[in-house]
């Protein structure tokens, strides 16, 4: 078995360059003018909440959701997010965070 040269590159270490700052955030989400420039785009595509207008009601959608959590590995793209209302996103979030808090006390 051939030698390996000794590595420089500390373990985990990623492709970004000292210069580049590290995101503070844990997901992928886009922010600053990128993240309004989708969410206004997603609200406009979809105007009506697609969860009341599955359940036959009609609500102006003012929420980018993304339908898979980015938490869970859901992506920042335009096919997972979807336009809700506020009352709805809030029900989702709710249901999602007890989903999460079962999980992790499943873990243990
Ligand atoms: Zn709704």
Redesign the pocket.
């Given at each position: 078995m051939p030698i390996q040269p000794p590595s420089l590159r500390r373990p985990g270490a990623t492709d970004r360059k000292a210069w580049q700052r590290a995101s503070i955030y844990g997901d992928k989400r886009k922010r600053g003018r990128a993240g309004q420039r989708d969410r206004a785009l997603v609200l406009a595509e979809e105007p009506l909440?697609r969860?009341?207008l599955e359940q036959g009601?009609t609500?102006a959608?003012t929420r980018v959701d993304h339908i898979k959590p980015l938490s869970e590995g859901g992506s920042d793209e335009r096919s997972n997010k979807q336009g809700?209302?506020i009352?709805?996103h809030d029900a989702k979030s709710a249901a999602e965070r007890a989903a999460n808090q079962r999980s992790r006390t499943a873990d243990r």
């Open positions: 909440c969860a009341c009601r609500a959608s809700l209302c009352p709805c």
